[in-house]
């Protein structure tokens, strides 16, 4: 739909004696998140496609933004469990809170739009239905409450676990001293 829209706006463009020579087809291309999307080349099929279609043979230049694509797994935050909590009354969920959260570079759990993989010490089968949440004492400092997030029975106050395809934009949205905490520190190998 978009390279069509924009395909009519060089065609009203060149009516007017402008040439415009250069789309950007812009990001959004994933990283291996919780939930599996396409691979990059089904999005580079569908994008030629469209482009052939809207354009033919006159296609113009094209240029793409696969930063995250790029980053996105090449990136691990390591946390640590530092508390473990039943707050519901039937205790069917326990709220398992990291040393990381929302304003320590995970702000785009916000509505759960990234889910991200976690990985734990544990490979037991026994888990359970968890709300995962950040230090801080603000109230949207929950990463995911509604997503079905399943952690080990086992996991306990003071583990480590890993937080999956990181890389892209985690360290540049981290807030610096929010509620006293340190920004996120990072380190390249």
């Known amino acids: 739909i978009a390279i069509g829209k924009t395909a009519a706006v060089f065609g009203a463009a060149a009516k007017r004696g402008l040439k415009l020579d250069m789309i950007n087809v812009g ?25 052939t279609r809207h354009f033919g043979n006159q296609a113009p230049q094209m240029i793409a933004e696969p930063g995250r694509y790029i980053a996105g797994d090449a990136g691990v ?12 009354r039937s205790g069917d969920r326990r709220w398992v809170y990291l040393d990381i959260g929302r304003f320590g570079g995970l702000p785009e759990t916000l509505d759960e739009a990234i889910q991200y993989r976690i990985r734990t010490p544990y490979g037991s089968d026994a888990k359970g239905p968890v709300v995962i949440a950040g230090p801080t004492c603000d ?21 480590r676990i890993e937080i999956l395809s990181t890389g892209a934009y985690t360290a540049s949205y981290c807030s610096v001293g929010f509620n006293g905490f340190p920004p996120l520190r990072e380190y390249f190998i």
């Open 27 to 51: 990001g959004g291309f994933p990283a291996s998140y919780r939930s599996s999307s396409p691979e990059v080349e089904t999005h580079s099929v569908a994008i030629i496609d469209a482009m």
């Open 77 to 88: 935050i390591q946390s640590e469990v530092i508390l473990i909590a039943n707050k519901s």
């Open 139 to 159: 109230e949207v400092d929950v990463l995911y409450d509604r997503a079905d997030y399943e952690l080990p029975l086992d996991l306990k106050v003071g583990d």
